[in-house]
């Protein structure tokens, strides 16, 4: 008579595994159907950390701590916070599309979180070495001894810690992935309005780019002429001066 509740109980682990398979990978985008906010997409928010130069995408001028910490990737010890302090994160870009664009504002955010999560696992054997500029004392020494040893071709490699901190400095490649999005580069880009035709070159959405500091768009190699720039007020919380931070590990509870 025991047999039956016994052979159920052991499929329930199973079951169980089942539910959690599925409350991981079940889908995060609404019904079909389902109402859009109005204006959702017409602004997108660029975040940047003061120090560490990671990027956060956002429809919302205010970081979400659950959404943001979401798109920092763990590349070491140390270089993923463990939550994010408004004292250290601000807005330094908001890119805006006219009104009603949403659709293609919601297109835009995707390639740019595209492109960043490429240039964070992405990377060559070329990354593994230190740019000149990162260059410490000692690597200089051994660069020297190295030559005398008829060796003029050592380069320093980057330590794993040096090499999560620079996957995470990714302030420059983000902004050249914005100029590069709204030119209308990439299949099925929706900032392009009309395809180029014979004697007729493709037709690009206005957009306008706002920054914080208006020397931060010259990252960018080339704007195109649909792209219009200007400066947003700084919120207030930009120029606080940043406590010291501790370890991740420290403030994690």
């Given amino acids: 008579m025991n047999a039956t509740p016994?052979?159920?109980?052991?499929?329930?682990?199973?079951?169980?595994r089942i539910c959690v398979r599925h409350a991981?990978?079940?889908?995060t985008r609404p019904p079909k159907g389902f109402p859009v906010p109005e204006g959702h997409g017409q602004d997108i928010w660029v975040f940047t950390h003061r120090r560490s130069d990671q990027i956060i995408y956002s429809f919302e001028p205010k970081l979400s701590g659950f959404h943001g910490l979401k798109q920092l990737p763990f590349h070491g010890k140390k270089t993923k916070p463990a939550k994010l302090r408004k004292d250290y994160w601000s807005p330094f870009a908001r890119i805006s599309l006219p009104a009603g664009q949403g659709s293609v504002g919601r297109s835009i955010f995707q390639k740019l979180r595209e492109l960043k999560h490429l240039h964070e696992v992405a990377w060559d054997d070329e990354f593994r070495y230190k740019p000149i500029e990162e260059y410490t004392p000692t690597d200089k020494k051994r660069i020297a001894e190295e030559e005398k040893k008829g060796n003029p071709d050592y380069r320093p490699i980057r330590t794993k810690q040096e090499r999560g901190i620079a996957l995470n400095r990714q302030k420059p490649n983000a902004i050249a992935d914005m100029a590069a999005v709204?030119?209308?580069?990439?299949?099925?880009?929706?900032?392009?309005?009309a395809e180029a035709t014979e004697g007729a070159e493709k037709q690009l959405m206005e957009v306008t780019v706002s920054w914080?500091?208006?020397q931060d768009r010259q990252y960018a190699e080339e704007w195109s002429s649909n792209v219009t720039h200007g400066l947003f007020d700084k919120p207030s919380y930009m120029s606080e001066k940043p406590a010291e931070e501790k370890p991740a590990e420290e403030k994690a509870v």
């Fill in 6 to 16: 016994a052979s159920r109980l052991g499929q329930f682990p199973g079951f169980l």
């Fill in 212 to 214: 914080a500091n208006d």
């Fill in 24 to 27: 991981h990978t079940g889908s």
């Fill in 182 to 193: 709204l030119s209308g580069l990439g299949r099925g880009n929706k900032v392009v309005t």
